[in-house]
């Protein structure tokens, strides 16, 4: 660049330009943030988003805007990326409702061909409820030494998967009583069953609980009472004898006997 001057000493200056041409270009991975479900009121999920400059000079990230689902944030809200290196940004999910939350993610770049880059987000807000039928299980008596077996039925009325992850027995006839399987998952809207065994070793009352423990919110465990006796059957009969005094030879007699436990 030469500067036409009116210095009679230097009628022209000349002025040195340098300068390197550059173009950032940026690139996500994914393409798309897919949350599945969530659980409405559970500790938010979060993926991360991974920025890179594949091109040349700093990739500048401005203003990153959500539109859709309010159930969406993200940090940071600005980021710098020079050439040939890659940084993240945390996208979290919350829903506060049950339901389908999709959103889209708008990140404002330096990049020419790219000044906006656009990233769906997707996941559904969901209730797991558990219900049990029937609210206790009562084997009366088995004899000792012996088993009998009770179905639990287990239904989600909410929405999502339930998730029982695991079934303990507490009380004092705890030890008394078996269950299978010891985990389940249970649709939406639908039932599986348990399978609980009372077989006792002694005789007497055996009382316990049952305690699944589930991934709903608000109310994780759910405990169902369990009772049965282990008993002993004693044979009495009644009379305890039976005279059947003189019958003649050739003929027969009847008498009844009651056989009672």
Do not use: W
């Amino acid at each position: 660049l030469t500067l036409n001057t009116t210095d009679v000493a230097k009628p022209t200056v000349p002025v040195s330009l340098t300068g390197t041409g550059v173009r950032p270009t940026i690139s996500v991975n994914p393409a798309a943030l897919v949350f599945g479900e969530q659980r409405v009121g559970a500790p938010s999920k979060t993926l991360t988003l991974e920025a890179s400059n594949t091109g040349t000079g700093l990739l500048q990230i401005t203003s990153p805007t959500i539109t859709g689902s309010g159930a969406y944030t993200i940090t940071p809200l600005a980021m710098d990326v020079p050439a040939g290196q890659a940084k993240n940004f945390t996208v979290t999910f919350a829903p506060n409702t049950p339901g389908v939350a999709n959103a889209n993610l708008t990140l404002t770049t330096t990049d020419v061909s790219k000044p906006t880059v656009s990233i769906p987000l997707s996941g559904s807000g969901v209730e797991p409820t558990i219900a049990v039928s029937p609210l206790s299980l009562v084997f009366g008596d088995v004899p000792v030494n012996d088993a009998s077996e009770l179905t639990l039925a287990v239904t989600n009325t909410g929405s999502g998967t339930l998730n029982i992850s695991s079934v303990t027995t507490s009380g004092s006839g705890a030890g008394l009583y078996s269950f299978e399987p010891s985990a389940m998952d249970v649709p939406a809207g639908q039932t599986r069953n348990f399978t609980v065994t009372f077989a006792p070793t002694t005789e007497g009352q055996a009382d316990a609980s049952l305690i699944l423990n589930t991934n709903q919110v608000g109310a994780p465990t759910k405990e169902i009472p369990l009772s049965g006796y282990g008993g002993r059957p004693v044979a009495e009969l009644t009379p305890a004898a039976v005279n059947f005094a003189g019958v003649r030879k050739g003929t027969s007699k009847q008498q009844q006997v009651t056989l009672h436990n």
